[in-house]
Nanobody, 122 residues
């Protein structure tokens, strides 16, 4: 059973950086695609970034492209989200999600972590 644990959130000021971590367990890391989503107060959860199980492909929401970088460390079974030049619009709870991509790909992000809070003050 796949489990995800996020960490690295905190309170920062506009223009600062944070690095979020998503530690995975329960399944071979290289079979999992991993994504980050965020949810601001009173708003729906939205996609932020994803990285394929191979690590060769990544996608970003338009609002974070060029500022955020998603990466994965196979030695630590962990996916990172480096967030630079943060603004108050980036605040919210950040969730890590996973889906099985190998040997047979699935489309749904079926496993979720509990989230980590990011607060950005102006």
């Amino acid at each position: 059973q796949v489990q995800l644990v996020e960490s690295g959130g905190g309170s920062v000021q506009t223009g600062d950086s944070l690095r979020l971590s998503c530690a995975t367990s329960g399944r071979t890391f290289s079979t999992l695609g991993v994504a980050w989503f965020r949810q601001a107060p009173g708003k729906e959860r939205t996609f932020v970034a994803r990285i394929a199980s191979s690590g060769d492909t990544s996608d970003y929401a338009v609002s974070v492209k060029g500022r955020f970088t998603i990466s994965r460390d196979r030695d630590r079974n962990t996916v990172y989200l480096q967030m630079n030049n943060l603004s108050p619009e980036d605040a919210g709870i950040y969730f890590c999600a996973a889906r099985i991509e190998r040997p047979f790909p699935t489309a749904d992000w079926s496993v979720w972590g509990r989230g980590t809070q990011v607060t950005v003050s102006s």
